[in-house]
């Protein structure tokens, strides 16, 4: 299997417009996880899904970001419009199940200028 | 709610050395944890899973042991390797989610 598949890899836009990041989970994948990582705050999971429906949003930080999941291999974190805190390394993940290990995609380093 | 702390924040060994990293969390209500390893720029890569009804697990020259009562674990590792330089990461899986801890700087030097 390729991993968990994240793109664009690194993604340079300036304050205001609107950003589509973009996973595909490892098939066979029950549950897709949308982390945050900065040096000030770490990790921070931002939402998660289970059969491609959202289960635990409340780490979005406010109206600005969505998330869809549209099927098992697709899903989509959406910044509109972004600002500059915006900027971090956001990774998705995916697991089998609750128990299971749980598996990283490579990450997409956003800057927001 | 869960937190999870690690220490040290940051550590250098020379090559050879075994050490040990931290690592507690606040509620021992847990299913598992998780250690993970993180190179500069790249994703977190899985290295061991204790579930709570073990108390360790072994991969190579890696052993990581889990007391929940207390809310501790520890990452051993053995015979340490330049390649062994990295950010290692804990987390503890509750309520279907990871917490992770800010993680351990490594930095073995030849």
């Known amino acids: 299997d390729a991993g968990v598949i994240q793109s664009p890899r690194h993604e340079v836009t300036e304050m205001g417009q609107e950003v589509t990041l973009r996973c595909k989970p490892i098939s066979g994948h029950d549950y897709l996880f949308w982390y945050r990582q900065t040096m000030m705050r770490g990790l921070e999971l931002l939402i998660y899904f289970n059969n491609n429906v959202p289960i635990d949003d409340s780490g979005m930080p406010e109206d600005r970001f969505s998330a869809k999941m549209p099927n098992a291999s697709f899903s989509t974190l959406k910044i509109q419009p972004s600002e500059p805190r915006d900027s971090a390394v956001y990774f998705c993940?995916?697991?089998?199940?609750?128990?299971?290990?749980?598996?990283f995609g490579p990450g997409t380093r956003l800057t927001v200028t | 709610k869960q937190e999870v702390t690690q220490i040290p924040a940051a550590l250098s060994v020379p090559e050879g050395e075994n050490l040990v990293l931290n690592c507690s969390f606040t509620?021992?209500?847990?299913?598992?944890l998780q250690w993970f390893r993180q190179d500069p720029g790249k994703g977190l890569t899985s290295l061991l899973l204790?579930?709570?009804?073990?108390r360790e697990q072994t991969s190579g020259r890696l052993n990581a042991s889990l007391d929940k009562s207390s809310g501790r674990s520890t990452l051993y590792i053995a015979a340490s390797q330049p390649g062994d330089s990295a950010t290692y990461l804990c987390a503890v899986m509750g309520n279907y989610k990871l917490t992770f801890g800010k993680g351990t700087l490594l930095t073995v030097n030849p």
């Open positions: 993940a995916s697991r089998w199940d609750w128990t299971s290990k749980q598996y």
């Open positions: 509620d021992s209500a847990i299913y598992n």
């Open positions: 204790i579930q709570s009804s073990q």
